[in-house]
C-alpha cells in the first residue's frame, strides 16, 4: 500500500445513529468542510434555513461527536482531559524547511449508510505526505496512537509533533510515544482550527474528492476507497502549493516543499498581539 498503513477497524461496527441525526451529521459535516470558521450558532441559524427544526444544544452535541470546532477562537469541541498536561504551540514563526521537521495529526469522521466512523491521519507538514492513517468506530486513543506507531516505524522521527487539544492527544499513553522517542510536543492554541491547516485541508481534500463523490455506504468499501485515495494522494496528486509536484516526490527529495505559518495564516494576529516567533 505504498508505506500507508493498513486501517484497523476498533471495536467492529460503526457507530449507529437515527436516520434524522446521521442526515444532521451529513449536513454539519459538508457545511464545515466548506465554511470551517462556523460555530454552532451559526449552524444553527444555516439549518434553520435549509428547514431542519433544531436547537442548539442539539447541534453542539453532534458538532462534538464530529470533533468540529470553528477557527475563530472561542469554545473548543476538541477538549483536553482536566488531569492532562497541555503544551504550547511552537509552529507560529517557524520556517519548516525539511521533511520529518514537523508532523501533525488530528481526527475527522466519515458518514457511512447507517452510521458513522473516525479517520485519524498523519501527516508530514514539509511534503504534505500522509505517512499512516487509521480508522475506528470510537475515538478512543487506542487507534491514534497505533497510527502514530506506524508513522515512526516507516518514516523515522520527527522534531516536532503537532496536535489538536484533544483528550486524545494529551493523553498520557499518546504523551509517552512522543516522549520515549524524544520529540518535542506542539499543541494548538484552543478553537484554533488554523494553527493545524494542512490536516484541515488534508480533510478538505479526501472528503470533496473522495468521500462525498463515493457515497460509501458500507465501512470494506470505505477501507478499500480510503487506500486508493491515499495512494493517488501521495504519489499522484500535484500540489500548486508544492510547484505541482507529488508529496512522495517532495518527501523523497527534500526539494520543494516547506511552510512558515506566520507568512499565510497569522501576520495580522501577531502583529496585534506583538508576537514575532514562537511561544
Same mark, same amino acid.
Given at each position: 500500500m505504498a508505506g500507508i498503513a493498513r486501517s484497523t477497524v476498533y471495536a467492529g461496527k460503526a457507530e449507529r445513529v437515527d436516520g434524522f441525526e446521521l &442526515?444532521?451529521?451529513? !449536513?454539519?459535516? +459538508?457545511?464545515?468542510?466548506?465554511?470551517?470558521?462556523?460555530?454552532? =450558532?451559526? &449552524?444553527?441559524?444555516? !439549518?434553520?434555513? +435549509?428547514g431542519h427544526c433544531v436547537n442548539r444544544k442539539r447541534?453542539? =452535541?453532534? &458538532?462534538h461527536i464530529l470533533g468540529l470546532a470553528g477557527m475563530a477562537p472561542g469554545?473548543?469541541?476538541?477538549k483536553s482531559h482536566p488531569a492532562h498536561a497541555v503544551y504550547p504551540y511552537l509552529l507560529r514563526g517557524l520556517g519548516i524547511v525539511r521533511p520529518n521537521h514537523v508532523w501533525s495529526t488530528d481526527i475527522t469522521y466519515i458518514r457511512?449508510?447507517?452510521g458513522f466512523v473516525y479517520l485519524v491521519a498523519v501527516i508530514d507538514w514539509y511534503s504534505r505526505k500522509v505517512l499512516a492513517w487509521e480508522?475506528?468506530?470510537?475515538?478512543?486513543?487506542?487507534?491514534c496512537v497505533d497510527c502514530l506507531a506506524t508513522a515512526l516505524r516507516l518514516y523515522g522521527i520527527p522534531e516536532i509533533f503537532n496536535t489538536d487539544q484533544g483528550a486524545q492527544f494529551t493523553s498520557d499513553k499518546w504523551i509517552a510515544v512522543l516522549k520515549d522517542n524524544g520529540i518535542t510536543i506542539s499543541m494548538d492554541g484552543r478553537g484554533r482550527a488554523l494553527d493545524n491547516i494542512f490536516v484541515e485541508r488534508?480533510?478538505?481534500?479526501?472528503?470533496?474528492?473522495?468521500v462525498y463523490l463515493k457515497?460509501?455506504?458500507?465501512?470494506?468499501?470505505?477501507?478499500?476507497?480510503l487506500a486508493d485515495y491515499f495512494v493517488f494522494y501521495n504519489s499522484g496528486r500535484y500540489h500548486q502549493s508544492l510547484g505541482y509536484k507529488t508529496p512522495d516526490e517532495v518527501y523523497r527529495t527534500a526539494v520543494g516543499g516547506g511552510a512558515k505559518i506566520a507568512?499565510?495564516?497569522?501576520?495580522?494576529?501577531?502583529?496585534?498581539?506583538?508576537?514575532?516567533?514562537?511561544?
Open positions: &442526515m444532521l451529521l451529513r !449536513l454539519l459535516d +459538508e457545511e464545515y468542510t466548506r465554511r470551517p470558521f462556523y460555530g454552532s =450558532r451559526k &449552524m444553527v441559524a444555516w !439549518l434553520r434555513a +435549509e447541534v453542539q =452535541r453532534l &458538532m469554545p473548543n469541541t476538541s457511512l449508510a447507517h480508522v475506528s468506530n470510537t475515538m478512543d486513543v487506542g487507534f488534508l480533510w478538505r481534500s479526501v472528503k470533496h474528492e473522495d457515497g460509501y455506504a458500507h465501512l470494506p468499501e470505505l477501507l478499500s476507497g507568512d499565510h495564516f497569522s501576520d495580522k494576529r501577531n502583529a496585534s498581539n506583538g508576537e514575532t516567533g514562537q511561544r
